[in-house]
């Protein structure tokens, strides 16, 4: 009977230790539709379907994704200090700026909000990562390279590293993206999985 006992709590201990260091890692992705599942069922957006490929592997880190379909730098601005409050967080993963893009926002007022964002992040020892995000070329050469350089100054001025934009490898793929040609098909999110796990591996 002690022999047995022993044997019970030894897999109680073994899988509690497994279950402790499987995610010992968590990543807030504060992102917008393209990382929502915009168009299909949350189950079928590459988020979950990342997440669940980590859980079968054994990961080092999980995915809390607290992304808006129509979500701004200042709507994500807004919502971090209250989504920190309740969530352990090691790593803050940005995919925003798109909306404000597509809004012609002012480029300098989109920096000032990705900064305060990363500040807020900062303050409470949270790693940030920056993805990029570009939008399409009919907002003009001048507004488009204004835009895409906010990414690039931002991630300087604060040291975080700079992600490529996830999207790219099925954008150019008209069968892989919704009608609008913004937002992935439910078909493309599996490939989405699989570049942004080898996007985050390399960047952790």
Not at 5 to 29: D, G, P, R
Request: aromatic share 6%; net charge neutral.
């Amino acid at each position: 009977m002690f022999n047995k006992l022993a044997l019970t709590l030894l897999i109680i201990f073994s899988t509690t230790f497994a279950l402790n260091v499987s995610a010992n890692n968590s990543i807030l992705l504060l992102g917008d539709s393209l990382s929502a599942s915009y168009g299909m069922q949350e189950k079928d957006g590459w988020v979950v379907l990342l997440n669940n490929q980590l859980e079968t592997e054994n990961a080092s880190y999980r995915i809390i994704n607290a992304s808006i379909s129509g979500e701004t730098t200042g709507g994500g601005l807004a919502r971090l200090p209250g989504i920190l409050a309740k969530n352990d967080i090691d790593y803050l993963l940005i995919e925003l700026g798109g909306n404000d893009g597509l809004r012609g926002f002012p480029p300098k007022l989109i920096e000032n909000n990705l900064l305060q964002i990363i500040e807020l992040a900062h303050a409470k020892n949270i790693k940030v990562l920056i993805s990029k995000v570009r939008i399409p070329p009919n907002y003009g050469p001048r507004y488009s390279k204004m835009f895409s350089d906010v990414f690039s100054n931002v991630a300087t001025q604060s040291n975080s590293p700079l992600l490529p934009f996830f999207i790219e490898v099925v954008a150019t793929d008209p069968s892989l993206m919704q009608g609008d040609g913004i937002h992935p098909t439910k078909e493309a999110q599996p490939i989405l999985a699989k570049e942004m796990k080898a996007i985050i591996d390399k960047a952790l």
